[in-house]
Nanobody
Framework: QVHLVESGGGLVQAGGSLRLSCQAS????????MAWYRQAPGKDRELVAS???????AITDSFKGRFTMSRSSARNTWYLQMNNLRPEDTAVYYC????????WGQGTQVTVSS
C-alpha cells in the first residue's frame, strides 16, 4: 500500500503563491506516476499536473505558466508550486499515486481571497 499525505494548503491573497507537498510512504517502489488534482465546490475533480517517474511533468494547459510540479526522489515527496493564484483556484487539492498500488491523499484546502 502507498500512503499519501498532502500539506501546504492555506489561505492566500490573489496574486500570492503556495507550494503544496505530497509525502508518500509505504510501497513507494510501486509508484509509477504521481498526479495532482483539485476539486472546487460544486465542480468535478480535475487534473492539474502529472509526472511519470523522473520525467518531465505535464501541466494541464489551463495551469501552464502559473503551476509547476517537481519531485524529490530522496524524500519521496512531490510538489506543486502555484504562483499568481486567483480566487477561482480555491479548491481542495489532492495527490494521487498511479501504479500497482494507486492511492489518493486526503487533500489540502487552498483558499484564495480576492
Amino acid at each position: 500500500q502507498v500512503h499519501l499525505v498532502e500539506s501546504g494548503g492555506g489561505l492566500v491573497q490573489a496574486g500570492g503563491s503556495l507550494r503544496l507537498s505530497c509525502q508518500a510512504s509505504g510501497r513507494t517502489d510501486r509508484i509509477h506516476a504521481m498526479a495532482w488534482y483539485r476539486q472546487a465546490p460544486g465542480k468535478d475533480r480535475e487534473l492539474v499536473a502529472s509526472q511519470t517517474g523522473g520525467g518531465t511533468p505535464a501541466i494541464t494547459d489551463s495551469f501552464k505558466g502559473r503551476f509547476t510540479m517537481s519531485r524529490s526522489s530522496a524524500r519521496n515527496t512531490w510538489y506543486l508550486q502555484m504562483n499568481n493564484l486567483r480566487p477561482e483556484d480555491t479548491a481542495v487539492y489532492y495527490c494521487r499515486s498511479i501504479g500497482a498500488s494507486g492511492s489518493w491523499g486526503q487533500g489540502t484546502q487552498v483558499t484564495v481571497s480576492s
